[in-house]
């Protein structure tokens, strides 16, 4: 755990990417393979399972530090992170431990097959065996939630170094479904080729957000098409069977089990990317239609009928076998068109249609009518790029429609966690109705650090109520909430349910008075709903 | 009868016709140290330690200021008044009053760790304890004074082998100096921002064993002191001051690094754990010591402070400060409070 745990103080020391991959490819070198298998699968969120409950690990950690529960749970609210309040209370180890990270997971798992006492008296044993940061993050694995400031993109490029291949082949090699348990450092990142597997999607290849497209340069060595409000996916299909790939690198095959119908009409060796969308025969239906489809396993058979999916497919990565994402985009688009041509309309795929222009003007227009097109704004690629890995600014860039907005006031907050513990940053918000505050969102970010200390000094001096760690303040601040999508929502007493609320702007130039009311929201819900 | 009151001016004695460490004009202020949010301008007279003296004038100007020893007896009206030493910053004070037999003690600032250079803290027996609890919650524990020294050296001879600046933001007075004392200076010079230079002279002046270092003036050849320690305000960490320094790596000295939230936040390369103020086992063990039966806490988490020293069989109440008081989130109003642990009502920058 010492290795481990000094990786992680070099990492969490700085805030230079370059510094960060110094450290993580001097433990790539150094480590035992156990121990880097491990860290990668950390690093891209494949988390041992939770076996503890966080409520016995604050009672074990209370008791164990002689401290009454309440103390603990306002140290909590101060630390903002149940690992670490755990790792600062206790009273520091009476022994020293030199087991590396893959001994402490394994006895994990030993230790959650064993009945409560036995675990408890393990778990105290660990605590008092492991100092500092080693506890802290001994921790971080028990509650099963591990975040650092480690980027995919960052740890790809260290193992690049560390193993001395093409980032690009070992972005490849990190994707699918593998554990810790069902492979070695060896098979993941040596033997044989990225390929092998015949499941393994290529890593995604992601768009920046574009600020003005005057910035693109000669318009004629752009691709516009629609950028549609669903799913990305990759549809793979080699070896007589098929594959879908969500972005998060979820394998989603069952949930969308129209898209197998692919292979009645693609050839095998072919890898699609695309947005899957809930579609009404002619055109896509709004995500709120496909929302029911996301995180359940199987389908029900009313689902197929009401909100049926198709693959708008945008990107061929892989053609007869052969991987062709450095050909040009221009090129990859001719094939897809040719391929995807003279499908019937029962067939699960759809061509992303081109959004022809000319000028920079064009482009503004075409934007605007993204919400009728169904879509939230317009892609651009660049003509003769390849497919890359991750985001990567200059090829592909996403130019999103304005949200939609709302003026509203702030009647609720609540201390936020981890970096922005001690700090107010998630707020309720109300509209008007009659002479009745009506709460419709929450929202948590879109402001600043320093306006999040302003919001926090006034919540502390203007709380007119304590419910809990929530505050009920004085309906005085108002602020333009930005949204992506809304939809009714028979749960909330406002009647919506906003997607992606944030917070735009403070509008101290606004009295409480003039916020926008209910009806606004209805007329909102009406025409986007 | 109490042998103090709480006021809106701050602490009185009713009996000497005294306060201490207010923040009103008063005609007779005793003060425990000199940060800002303890002594203020504008009280007809000052009694501190000889200690404190020479920066509570440096700060304050030309003032009335009559000084005492540690341990020295002084009768002030009905009420017998001794200084005693607190460890928080050279020359700070407990401030002991006793009337009529009952004896009362506020604490002012302390840490009951040594940290080389101010006068230990010790313990004085009393009925009634008046406690500061900047800290006052299990989770902070703070890091042995000696694996601090390796810390700081550490992170400086590495900076310096890669001949980039170390610029570290610690509090002017007090915090600074602890800092300098710990650092090796064969790994390089020390230079200082003039904030902190100033105090330092003062301290220097006295007779306090420090270090040389070199105030960092427009006309200095940096080039000539690559690799150098700068030791600023945790303020100056983020102004255009900073930015002649070029790629250096950055740390700040605070008890309130022991969090990581706070330590992301405040977006250093290193954060020092490092305190003037007592940390959770340091302010249990003086309160035990000082036997007494009823204590009143102050300055940071009071209540949950206070509720803990109840269940522990104390009689306890909260003394409020015109600060911002008992507030969870106070130390976040404003960012240098983050850092200035300090001066929670304000630093002298």
Redesign the interface.
């Known amino acids: 755990m010492k290795d481990f745990a000094a990786l992680y103080g070099r990492l969490d020391q700085t805030t230079r990417t370059n510094a960060k991959v110094a450290a993580l490819a001097d433990y790539f070198r150094t480590a035992p393979d156990a121990d880097k298998l491990w860290t990668v699968a950390l690093f891209s969120g494949r988390r041992p399972r939770r076996t503890i409950t966080a409520t016995s690990l604050r009672d074990w950690a209370a008791e164990r530090a002689g401290l009454p529960l309440w103390l603990f749970e306002e140290s909590y609210g101060i630390v903002g992170d149940l690992s670490e309040t755990i790792a600062l209370i206790l009273p520091p180890p009476s022994k020293d431990s030199d087991q590396p990270l893959s001994y402490w997971i394994a006895r994990l798992r030993e230790l959650s097959a064993l009945p409560e006492p036995e675990r408890k008296a393990g778990i105290l044993d660990a605590w008092d065996s492991l100092p500092g940061s080693e506890r802290f993050l001994f921790t971080k694995l028990l509650t099963g939630s591990f975040r650092v400031g480690v980027s995919q993109t960052l740890m790809t490029k260290a193992l690049a170094q560390a193993t001395d291949q093409p980032e690009t082949e070992v972005a490849h090699r990190l994707m699918g479904d593998w554990t810790p348990e069902t492979t070695t450092w060896a098979r993941l990142l040596h033997e044989g080729e990225a390929r092998d597997d015949s499941a393994r999607p290529y890593p995604f290849y992601l768009a920046y957000q574009l600020e003005d497209p005057a910035d693109l340069g000669d318009p004629a060595d752009w691709f516009a098409e629609r950028k549609w409000d669903g799913i990305r996916g990759q549809l793979i299909l080699r070896e007589g069977k098929h594959h879908l790939w969500s972005r998060g690198e979820d394998l989603i095959t069952d949930r969308f089990p129209e898209l197998a119908r692919a292979i009645d009409w693609l050839p095998h060796g072919t890898v699609l990317d695309g947005e899957i969308l809930a579609w009404d025969g002619d055109h896509p239906m709004t995500f709120n239609a496909l929302q029911p489809r996301i995180g359940r396993k199987t389908v029900p058979k009313s689902l197929l009928t009401t909100a049926p999916v198709v693959l708008m497919t945008y990107d061929l990565l892989e053609q007869d076998g052969h991987d062709i994402r450095p050909v040009p985009f221009q090129d990859r688009r001719q094939r897809l068109e040719a391929l995807l041509t003279g499908l019937p309309p029962e067939a699960p795929l759809r061509l992303s249609p081109p959004v022809p222009f000319a000028t920079v003007d064009d482009l503004r227009e075409e934007r605007l009518r993204a919400r009728e097109e169904g879509a939230e704004g317009l892609m651009l690629k660049r003509r003769s790029s390849p497919y890359g890995t991750g985001r990567k600014k200059g090829d592909w860039w996403k130019w999103k429609v304005d949200p939609l907005t709302i003026d509203a006031v702030m009647v609720y907050a609540q201390a936020g966690s981890g970096r922005r513990a001690n700090l107010f940053t998630d707020f309720t918000f109300a509209v008007r109705n009659g002479n009745e505050l009506v709460p419709f969102t929450k929202a948590y970010s879109g402001l600043t650090d320093a306006e999040f200390r302003q919001i926090t000094a006034w919540v502390n001096k203007h709380t007119v109520q304590k419910f809990g760690p929530v505050r009920q303040v004085e309906p005085v601040q108002v602020f333009e909430i930005g949204f992506e999508g809304i939809q009714a929502s028979p749960r909330h007493k406002s009647g919506v349910a906003l997607r992606f609320p944030r917070m735009l702007r403070w509008r101290h130039d606004k009295p409480v008075n003039e916020i926008d009311t209910l009806d606004t929201l209805r007329e909102i819900l009406a025409a986007h709903g | 009868m109490n042998v103090l009151t709480f006021t809106d001016r701050g602490i009185y004695c009713p009996a000497g016709d005294f306060h201490i460490d207010p923040w009103r004009p008063v005609p007779r202020a005793l003060l425990t140290h000199g940060h800002s949010d303890h002594a203020r301008g504008g009280m007809d007279t000052y009694l501190s330690t000889d200690l404190a003296a020479p920066v509570i004038r440096h700060r304050l100007g030309p003032i009335r200021l009559d000084t005492i020893r540690y341990g020295e007896p002084r009768q002030i009206g009905g009420a017998k008044v001794s200084f005693h030493p607190a460890g928080h910053v050279p020359g700070s004070a407990q401030i002991r009053v006793e009337v009529g037999g009952e004896v009362w003690v506020v604490s002012g600032d302390y840490k009951v760790v040594d940290d080389g250079l101010s006068t230990p803290w010790e313990p004085v027996r009393c009925h009634a304890f008046i406690s500061e609890c900047t800290f006052g ?5 703070w890091t042995p004074q000696e694996e601090l020294r390796d810390q700081v050296n550490g992170w400086w001879a590495q900076n310096a082998s890669e001949g980039r600046f170390s610029l570290l933001g610690a509090y002017s007075l007090g915090k600074a100096q602890r800092v300098m004392h710990l650092l090796d200076p064969s790994i390089g010079p020390i230079l200082t921002h003039g904030a902190v230079e100033a105090v330092t002279q003062v301290l220097r002046d006295q007779g306090m064993p420090l270090p040389p270092t070199t105030r960092v003036t427009p006309d200095l050849d940096l080039k000539a002191h690559a690799g150098a320690m700068v030791i600023a305000t945790p303020s100056a960490l983020n102004s255009t001051w900073a930015r002649k320094f070029g790629n250096a790596s950055t740390a700040v000295a605070s008890g309130w690094m ?5 330590r ?2 405040r ?1 250093t ?2 954060g020092f754990v490092m305190s003037d103020h007592a940390d959770w086992p340091g302010l249990n063990e003086a309160i035990r010591a000082t036997g007494a039966e009823k204590v009143f806490v102050t300055h940071g ?1 009071t209540a ?1 402070f206070r ?2 020293l109840e ?1 522990q069989g104390y009689d306890a109440g909260i003394v409020s400060t015109d600060y ?1 008081g008992e ?9 240098k409070d983050i850092i200035d642990e300090d001066a929670p009502g304000g630093a002298v920058a």
């Open positions: 919650l299990p989770v902070f524990r022991a969090l990581r939230g706070i992301r936040r977006g390369d290193r988490y949950a509720r803990w269940e911002a507030e969870v989130l106070a130390h976040d109003e404003a960012p």
